[in-house]
């Protein structure tokens, strides 16, 4: 796990950003995994703003979300299909056929395995983009997931909901549940690339960065078994950690 200390949130976009693009630059087919949330609005419009200037392409991209939640239309403002719309893809020439996120209105288990049967028929995910749960959630994934799982329906804990009610009005309009890539998903990716600011993610870091094996505790373990792992994190999220940093 190579992990990158910048030193704001600003820097933590700029470099995801520039990771992603480095990425499309040597595959412009790509197949690009997405996260939602406050994490990556930078990078989302670092990315918007390198396409308006340098005119970098999306027209051979395909891009597959983590997750979604569970029974609100595509059209809800507060789906994770409206946050790509209004942070990313409004802005650029990905052709909407080659944009996917679960179906939060279709949780079956065929439809879970249909999802994880696209992203292998796409030739799987050559760049998977996270960001972490104070709990050490990856993608919906929360604790106690095993560490196997494809696409699955989540409960989400009560700190997931209280986390994100800050999108919507209430915590009692948070959803329950969600639905997810499973860390087995995610572990296939080719490329992670795990991006944190904020002290409010330093226990979540300092956790992370101490496990050796897995351990379904804490999700976001798994990744130590992944061999191409990218930590992007600033140091208000990295300062808990006692070790020198690259
Ligand atoms: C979002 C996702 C989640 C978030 C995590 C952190 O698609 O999968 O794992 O990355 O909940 O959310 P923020 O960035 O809002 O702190």
């Given at each position: 796990m190579k992990i990158i200390?910048v ?6 976009s ?7 693009l ?10 690009l995994g ?14 918007v703003?390198d396409?308006q200037?340098?005119?970098t392409?999306?027209?051979q991209i ?5 997750d979604e ?7 809800d403002p507060n ?6 719309e209004?942070?990313?893809f409004?802005?650029?020439d990905?052709p909407?056929?080659?944009?996917f ?5 279709n949780t079956?288990?065929?439809a879970?395995?249909h999802?994880?049967?696209l992203i ?7 760049l998977?983009l996270l960001?972490?749960?104070?709990n050490g959630h990856i993608?919906?994934?929360?604790p106690?997931t095993?560490?196997?799982m ?16 800050r ?5 009692s309009?948070?959803?329950?549940q969600?639905i997810?890539m499973g860390?087995?998903?995610i ?16 226990e ?9 094996v897995p351990d ?10 992944h061999p191409?792992v990218?930590v992007i994190?600033?140091?208000a999220?990295l300062?808990l ?6």
């Open positions: 200390s030193s704001d949130k600003n820097e933590m700029k470099k995801a950003a520039q990771i992603i480095e990425l499309i630059k040597e595959k412009p087919n790509a197949v997405l996260a939602t949330g406050g994490t990556p609005e930078g990078t989302y419009k670092e990315l703003v396409h200037k340098n005119e392409s999306y027209c395909h891009t597959v979300n983590l939640y569970v029974g609100i239309n595509p059209e789906s994770y299909h409206s946050y790509m209004s942070h990313f409004k802005y650029i990905l909407k056929d080659q944009r996120l679960p179906d939060g209105k079956s288990v065929e879970c395995a999802y994880d049967n292998e028929s796409l030739g799987g995910v050559d998977q960001g972490i749960g104070r993608g919906f994934n929360e106690g095993p560490l196997t494809g696409t699955h329906v989540v409960q989400l804990t009560e700190s997931t909901r209280k986390a994100n009610a999108f919507f009005g209430s915590l309009e948070v959803p329950e969600a997810t860390i087995g998903t572990l296939k990716s080719k490329k992670i690339v795990l991006i944190a600011s904020g002290e409010e993610k330093a979540a870091m300092n956790r992370m960065l101490h496990f050796s379904d505790c804490f999700p976001a373990s798994a990744l130590v078994q191409d990218t994190a600033d140091e999220a300062s950690i006692k070790f020198s940093k690259e």
